[in-house]
């Protein structure tokens, strides 16, 4: 029986070789994320430690990402994405190789992984700039889609993936493993050939930068979708990582409930990727604005004392919505966005993203503490639908059409 490959697969090589790449290094991505803290304790590290590594990871992220928007901008982006690869699978090696031999400190970690988190912070805007140059642009949404679906896929993969790696090869051999897929990421790419970008010089590197906050600043439907998008990774999210396990150990019979809550939220985001590469909404950031609320709605869920079933069956649902409202949200940008300046507005929409989570995880747990559990979840859910429902509000959110051309016309 034939498999019945999407068609932006079989159309479009270029994104074929991308995807291909890109979709063996996001489950490796997912392996690390779990095999990481296990390398920690391994050696000997504290949950302290666990935290300084992740923590080295991220903050080179996101004092990078702007650059990284730069250079994407400036440079072909997949020989940006190259050396990134080339780079961060040189990163996992020497873990890897620290970990077998016995040889590796918890600050050989952290100096590792801000090596990786900087190399990453050049990737991410340069992929999200490349896609547009792979694919003609009735299949772009198509094929966020389909990166959506590996992503979520990998959700439920690859936690179970990783533990059978730690389990059978230690944390040294699942970062190994991970180093593979940078391997042959790097290999798609170096074979890859998408279509020449047209860079947006405006001189030097602060004139390009500014360049690239005015294209947020100027577009209404943009920074009001950054506003909500920071919201929602400031105030909902954290009701999730960080209470959502609280309260499943007093209310919901522990880790094995909550194990299936996130499994129903992985499963719902795969039926909403398969959702988005059926439909293509004409007005797709007033169906991203109301997915949004959808999604926003997941500390009054997890808060509002049903049962495990309950629950589950509505996380589900949100997932199908965030997935929605992402594909959706990155399409537009791709879409409406000068080519030439899509990295630095990508770099911006990470700063605001990634920066907030942290913000909001630290957060969570001290005000549950000290005004309970369900108030603050009740709170959350007050904060972050109304920052949703507030998109409705803004012209270029329900006006914005699929298509440039339509854009241009109006």
């Not at 080179?60 to 072909?76: H, M, N, S």
């Amino acid at each position: 029986m034939r498999i019945p490959w999407p068609g932006v697969l079989r159309e479009e090589k270029q994104f074929a070789l991308l995807f291909a790449g890109q979709a063996l290094s996001s489950l490796g991505d997912r392996v690390t994320f779990v095999a990481l803290p296990f390398a920690v304790l391994a050696i000997g590290g504290t949950a302290a430690d666990v935290g300084w590594v992740i923590a080295a990871a991220t903050v080179p992220f996101l004092l990078f990402t702007l650059v990284g928007g730069v250079w994407a901008d400036r440079l072909p982006r997949h020989r940006v994405m190259l050396v990134s690869d080339v780079v961060r699978c040189g990163t996992q090696v020497a873990a890897a190789v620290l970990l077998t031999t016995g040889d590796a400190r918890v600050w050989h970690l952290v100096a590792l992984m801000a090596v990786f988190g900087t190399a990453d912070a050049f990737f991410s805007p340069a992929l999200s700039g490349l896609v547009p140059l792979t694919v003609r642009p009735e299949r772009l949404q198509e094929a966020n889609a389909l990166r959506g679906f590996v992503m979520s896929a990998g959700l439920v993969v690859g936690p179970a993936l990783a533990g059978g790696l730690v389990v059978v090869f230690g944390p040294g051999g699942a970062l190994a493993a991970d180093a593979a897929t940078f391997a042959v990421s790097a290999a798609f790419l170096a074979r890859l050939r998408p279509r020449a970008g047209t860079p947006e010089r405006a001189g030097d590197f602060l004139a390009e930068l500014r360049a690239g906050f005015r294209a947020v600043r100027t577009r209404s439907w943009v920074w009001s979708m950054l506003s909500a998008a920071a919201v929602y990774h400031l105030v909902v999210l954290p009701s999730v990582f960080v209470l959502g396990p609280v309260l499943a150990e007093r209310e919901l019979g522990g880790a094995s409930g909550w194990a299936v809550v996130v499994a129903a939220f992985g499963v719902g985001s795969i039926v909403g990727d398969v959702v988005a590469l059926r439909w293509k909404p004409g007005r797709p950031l007033l169906v991203a604005a109301a997915a949004l609320t959808v999604a926003s709605c997941q500390a009054l869920i997890i808060g509002g004392g049903g049962s495990l079933a309950v629950i589950a069956v509505l996380e589900a649902v949100t997932g199908v919505a965030v997935s929605l409202c992402f594909t959706l949200w990155e399409t537009a940008l791709q879409t409406h966005i000068p080519e030439g300046s899509l990295s630095r507005v990508t770099s911006f929409d990470l700063l605001v993203t990634v920066g907030s989570m942290p913000v909001g995880m630290a957060l969570a747990g001290p005000a549950a503490d000290a005004f309970g559990l369900h108030p603050t979840l009740m709170v959350m859910t007050l904060v972050g639908v109304p920052a949703a429902v507030a998109l409705f509000a803004v012209r270029g959110v329900r006006r914005l059409p699929s298509t440039a051309e339509q854009h241009v016309r109006m």
